[in-house]
């Protein structure tokens, strides 16, 4: 499936495909409580700036690099030179972490699912989520398969196996085609029922109330890039990878910006109805709306189930399609970290496509085997901090460095702007790739990190280490193995 046999046979396959990426888990529940938790209303001007300033220049600097080269990341920076294929598979490393964690995520909401019909979670959602479905309390640990989950979570490698596998348009393209709209219009009947809940008006408040002297408090902005970077699945080699398949006449910067305003809205709209929901619970049972907010899991499969059970018989209606959106959302996402993995693998070793797919898939599933184990959702936390603090953002600063500094950003320029329209770029632009982003990248990855040190244990420690290991030894030997295509 080399990039230059496969072509989005539509734009708007391709903008699908970079929605359904962009808009993810993260959305619906880490936006709410990263917003809340700095500064409130006032969070909205540190994370639009970021759209701004960080966020659309990226992505047109990632769609620019696909656009240009037709290949993949490896691919790429073997363009530059030989000898920098290393870092193309380092970077690969990465995503392909995320794609063996966020599966098991998107599993455990394939479990919510048919439980959200008859509110099968019962009384005690905490309790329910840790003991019955994660079965985290099992002494066995990481030899106790926790059941459900390992079940869901083949379930949900075989429907990513089976769209990817097939060829592009058919696969990613018909699905994101049916299901980012499907995702978008339950979503919008969610948040309208939401915003009607009695007390819903005192989580929006909660929301929007600026606090405005945050705004100087530095982690704040750091947050708030970190949002942008995780919630455009910016460093994921994912735009590359669906940018190499555009056919000459794209409009680049078009593109990206449809794709920054779908998913930007979109967060900022679900956390309307994720906060109305909030203040309807706290109202109504009497709960400091401090302690409702939290995010992920936390939100999703203990605080949320808990609110469906006190909203009587909407909570049957309200509860799948919630489940459903997640689902949506998490599949849309994970199916576009399979794809810069499966066309590296394709260029390198000459697969065609459904043989990566299948590859990158049976890979993805040995690894996230641990998932569904009793230890499953505690090596989860570790996986998602060490990928997306560290590996991801290392990339988008390896990325800058090998295209934009050393290959060349004006070739990359001239690409985006040769069918712009109404928007082009000049120095501005390359000012902020070349020299304002990589030290910003910088400082998150380093508050990154050490955050991370001040707060690990002895076994996150242990199994960072081991990431570590891994991120850097398993490019190395990928790099070595001889090319079975004559021009790689
Ligand atoms: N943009 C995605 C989100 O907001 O959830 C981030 C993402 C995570 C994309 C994991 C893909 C993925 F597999």
Request: with cysteine; glycine share 8%; charged share 10%.
């Amino acid at each position: 499936m080399s990039a230059d046999k496969q072509k989005w046979s539509s734009n708007l396959n391709f903008l699908l495909a970079m929605i359904g990426s962009a808009v993810g888990l993260g959305n619906i529940w880490r936006y709410p409580y990263v917003a809340y938790t700095n500064g409130g209303g006032a969070f909205l001007v540190p994370y639009i700036i970021s759209i701004i300033c960080m966020g659309i220049p990226l992505l047109f600097f990632e769609y620019g690099s696909g656009y240009t080269f037709k290949a993949g990341i490896n691919r790429i920076v073997r363009k530059i030179n030989k000898k920098y294929e290393y870092f193309g598979w380092f970077m690969l490393t990465s995503t392909f972490l995320i794609l063996s964690y966020y599966c098991t995520v998107v599993a455990w909401d394939a479990i919510y699912i048919p439980l959200s019909f008859f509110k099968g979670w019962g009384t005690d959602t905490n309790a329910f989520f840790n003991n019955v479905v994660l079965e985290a309390s099992n002494p066995g640990g990481i030899f106790h398969i926790a059941i459900y989950v390992m079940i869901a979570m083949l379930i949900i490698w075989f429907i990513m196996w089976f769209i990817s596998h097939r060829n592009l348009n058919d696969g990613v393209g018909r699905f994101n085609k049916i299901f980012i709209p499907l995702l978008f219009v339950m979503m919008i009947i969610i948040v309208l029922f939401a915003v009607t809940l009695p007390g819903a008006n005192i989580g929006i408040m909660t929301l929007l109330t600026p606090q405005p002297s945050t705004l100087t408090n530095v982690n704040i902005w750091l947050s708030a890039f970190g949002q942008i970077l995780f919630s455009l699945s910016v460093g994921m080699c994912i735009s590359i990878a669906y940018a190499s398949y555009l056919p000459e006449e794209t409009n680049i910067p078009k593109n990206a910006l449809i794709v920054a305003i779908s998913n930007c809205s979109f967060e900022l709209f679900t956390a309307i109805g994720v906060f109305s929901i909030l203040g309807f619970m706290s109202t109504t049972n009497n709960i400091p709306l401090d302690q409702l907010v939290t995010q992920g899991t936390g939100l999703a499969f203990i605080v949320f189930p808990q609110i469906f059970n006190a909203m009587g018989i909407f909570g049957y209606i309200i509860g799948p399609l919630f489940f459903l959106c997640l689902l949506f959302a998490g599949l849309t996402s994970n199916i576009s970290v399979i794809e810069p993995i499966a066309l590296a693998l394709s260029e390198k070793f000459n697969f065609n496509r459904s043989k990566s797919v299948t590859i990158t898939c049976i890979l993805g599933i040995l690894i996230s085997l641990m998932f569904g184990t009793s230890m499953g959702s505690t090596l989860l936390g570790i996986f998602d901090t060490f990928a997306n603090n560290f590996g991801v953002v290392l990339n988008v600063i390896i990325e800058i460095i090998l295209i934009a500094w050393i290959y060349g950003i004006d070739d990359i320029l001239a690409n985006i702007n040769k069918n712009a329209t109404f928007l082009k770029l000049g120095k501005t632009w390359i000012t902020l790739i070349k020299y304002i982003l990589p030290v910003v990248v910088f400082i998150i990855w380093i508050t990154g990190i050490i955050s991370n040190m001040l707060t690990s244990d002895t076994l996150t420690t242990t199994v960072e280490l081991i990431l570590f290991g891994v991120l850097f030894i398993l490019p190395l030997i990928i790099t070595k193995l001889p090319a079975k295509t004559e021009d790689y």
